[in-house]
């Protein structure tokens, strides 16, 4: 892979570490070995990496209440709030989260510009407007669409959640607004059992392999993009529809999520349409096992990136 270059911008905040007990089942090292691999791989240069700008209070309540954000930034979530997000509280947790936010904001800007960019973090889809929950402390893909809207870079928003897990939270934040389409494709047995209704959901039974799942994602994503007529996508690029997921109960091949990559990915760049790429989940027993299928999105990114280094620059989708 070393041969590819190309200009697309990639996001990493994994040097704002997060202190876990031991045991927890969160793999928080993943981000740093994703990392690690594509820079060893020859995949990616330090000249593609940026560590993002944190997300401010004022971007963040562009979805979240005021209320939520305080207790998050001050440390005084209840123990209940606490345990719903996961995460024990901490400055170093604070400072991950608004870091992730910010990662995914400046990937949002950054594919407006060159097509696609990718966060090595984010996804977080299961934060509401006044509370986390499932390991997300605030939405991170709810809070870039809210602020490249805010700057006018884009009108319309399609978000692809193709993590394992409804994106709920996702889901209730844009419940009421026509701007933005929410499409999620996930294991329906799976957490959160009480279900949000997306734009479009398409829910899996357990056990389902790559041929049917290959199959409902370009059908799904096709028909979000048709409907949403989007100035720009968030893909949520999750790993944890692999076969070898503890938290996933779906049994698709890492080749099965490379495909999905390579269809989602096809189906934007038909349409013109640019990507910011988040990690999502992924709770393999192997850790390696995750983090070799995220290091694949970043290619497929990369590939896609490539091809569109090498066309001659279209017109601007979105007119004011």
């Not at 357990?206 to 100035?231: M, S």
Request: proline share 4%.
């Amino acid at each position: 892979m070393s041969h590819m270059r190309s200009t697309m911008r990639v996001f990493c905040t994994d040097s704002f570490e997060v202190p876990l007990p031991r045991g927890h089942r969160f793999p928080m090292a993943k981000y740093r070995r994703v990392r690690a691999g594509l820079l060893a791989e020859g995949d990616l240069t330090d000249g593609h990496l940026r560590v993002p700008e944190a997300a401010t209070d004022a971007q963040l309540e562009l979805v979240h209440t005021p209320e939520y954000v305080q207790k998050v930034r001050t440390g005084t979530l209840a123990s209940t709030e606490e345990r719903r997000i996961g995460f024990p509280w901490s400055p170093e947790l604070v400072e991950r989260s608004v870091r992730s936010v910010g990662a995914t904001i400046a990937a949002a800007r950054a594919a407006t510009e060159n097509g696609v960019a990718v966060t090595l973090a984010g996804g977080t889809h299961h934060a509401y407007a006044d509370r986390g929950e499932g390991f997300c402390v605030f939405n991170d893909v709810a809070v870039a669409a809210r602020v490249l809207q805010a700057e006018q870079r884009v009108r319309r928003v399609v978000v692809l959640d193709c993590d394992v897990h409804q994106g709920n939270g996702t889901a209730a934040v844009f419940r009421d607004d026509p701007t933005v389409y929410t499409l999620s494709i996930f294991a329906a047995g799976n957490f959160p059992f009480r279900k949000e209704t997306s734009d479009l959901d398409i829910p899996l039974p357990d056990g389902t392999a790559d041929g049917d799942y290959l199959a409902r994602v370009a059908e799904g994503v096709a028909a979000a993009l048709d409907a949403a007529n989007a100035d720009i996508a968030f893909f949520l690029a999750g790993a944890d529809p692999f076969r070898g997921d503890r938290l996933g109960r779906l049994a698709i091949s890492r080749e099965g999520l490379r495909e999905r990559d390579r269809t989602l990915f096809s189906l934007c760049r038909g349409r013109g349409l640019p990507v910011a790429v988040t990690m999502a989940g992924g709770y393999a027993r192997d850790i390696e096992d995750t983090v070799n299928i995220h290091i694949d999105t970043v290619r497929e990114a990369l590939r896609w990136a490539a091809a569109v280094s090498a066309q001659p620059r279209r017109e601007e989708a979105c007119e004011w």
